[in-house]
């Protein structure tokens, strides 16, 4: 890379972290090009973005940004993980890092507040803001559902005593 071509990739990195929810700093330790692919594929499924950054340029980047204090964990062969939900780049980097060992989960950050590794596990563990939507939308829906089936089962008795009747007649 070029001066140019640097400056233009912090430019770039340092948009984006303006704008997301959390950052995952992970290390590679000797990723093949396979599960690279892979691991940016299940980041695109979660909504989450991949990037393997040299460490000074992301150093450059972090600057102005809420995320200046996991400069400490940019040491060695580091990668980024981000996205907009604070959960869905931990949750993806956490599982994929259950099921290959050459990746490690090193800390990241959620706005201003630095997370080390058993605090991204920890982020990773909590339900995705889609999970929490449709377990408010089944909370709210619930009484609802209750307050019918408690109406219509007058009706469903005295239906069901017509009915007997009707039988007994017919018998």
């Known amino acids: 890379m070029d001066r140019s071509q640097k400056a233009d990739a912090v430019a770039q990195l340092n948009d984006i972290l303006k704008e ?8 590679n330790l000797g990723m093949s090009v396979d599960q690279s692919t892979e ?3 299940k980041m695109r ?16 980047a972090l600057k102005d940004t809420d995320y200046t204090g996991i400069e400490e964990y940019l040491t060695g062969p580091t990668g980024l993980a981000w996205s907009d939900d604070p959960v869905a ?7 994929f890092a259950k099921t290959n060992d050459r990746l490690e989960i090193v800390g990241g950050s959620m706005g201003a507040i630095v997370l080390d590794e058993a605090g991204v596990k920890a982020l990773a563990a ?8 449709g377990k408010i939308v089944g909370l709210v ?10 109406v219509n089962a007058p009706a469903a008795k005295l239906a069901r005593v017509f009915g007997a009747y009707g039988a007994k007649d017919a018998a």
């Open 141 to 150: 829906n619930a009484p609802a559902t209750k307050v019918a089936q408690v």
């Open 45 to 60: 499924e979660a909504g989450a973005s991949y990037k393997v950054a040299k460490n000074r340029l992301a150093k450059l």
């Open 126 to 133: 909590m339900p995705s803001l889609d999970e929490l939507r």
């Open 20 to 27: 997301v929810g959390v950052v995952v700093v992970t290390r």
């Open 39 to 41: 691991l940016r594929n």
């Open 89 to 95: 780049a931990a949750k993806a980097a956490v599982n």
